[in-house]
């Protein structure tokens, strides 16, 4: 299998955590693709462009992290990450839901400073850098909540990522004055499957 990911994409961070955990690393070839290139020859193999992007054995293409992570899901070793909404009263998906919504935000708000600056709008900027703060401070009181402190999952994966990108793509530490989300955000980089997909090192 192929796994076209880059390193600036927290989506295709999670699927890349996934492989890990799941032991199929050594079935996976992990592939930086050029995107947002005229011309790009991975055009070829993902028209939309997007990552992340698993090509199976047959030349079949998953796109997105989610269902990329329910197939790996399903083909490797350990527990699964991603759960029924249901799980702990629907804990598990409303945290889920409140985690996409979160990085979400972040991923517009990277690439819109990641243009030239004649090229950047300010409303965009100043939007989703506010909805992206009102969004951590009230992740920041779930981070105690059994989905957030228990075993490994997806809600985890994507607040990380979340977290992690906004860090190193924009100057905006968002553990500065959230001693909850500080300590659990050190812990969870103790991981070595998040240890290992920091996207702090290039692949």
Avoid at 8 to 28: G, K, M, N, V, W
Wanted: charge should be negative.
């Amino acid at each position: 299998m192929k796994l076209y990911v880059t390193s600036t994409s927290p989506y295709a961070r999670f699927a890349r955590i996934a492989a890990i955990e799941h032991e199929l690393s050594d079935q996976i070839d992990v592939i930086a693709a050029q995107t947002r290139q005229a011309g790009s020859p991975y055009y070829k193999i993902n028209p939309s462009g997007r990552v992340p992007c698993l090509v199976l054995q047959d030349g079949t293409i998953l796109e997105e992290s989610y269902l990329i992570c329910r197939y790996f899901d399903g083909i490797g070793k350990g527990p699964k990450l991603v759960l029924p909404p249901e799980t702990h009263d629907w804990e598990y998906g409303r945290l889920v839901a409140l985690t996409r919504s979160f990085i979400d935000g972040i991923a517009v708000l990277a690439r819109e400073v990641r243009r030239p600056e004649t090229e950047q709008s300010p409303t965009i900027i100043e939007h989703e850098h506010a909805r992206a703060g009102r969004l951590v401070d009230i992740l920041e009181a779930e981070l105690s909540t059994l989905t957030m402190t228990g075993p490994f999952n997806l809600a985890q994966m994507i607040m990380i990522a979340a977290v992690d990108s906004g860090s190193r793509y924009f100057d905006w530490n968002m553990t500065d004055n959230r001693p909850q989300l500080a300590s659990w955000a050190e812990g969870l980089r103790q991981r070595p499957s998040v240890a290992a997909t920091s996207p702090f090192d290039p692949l």
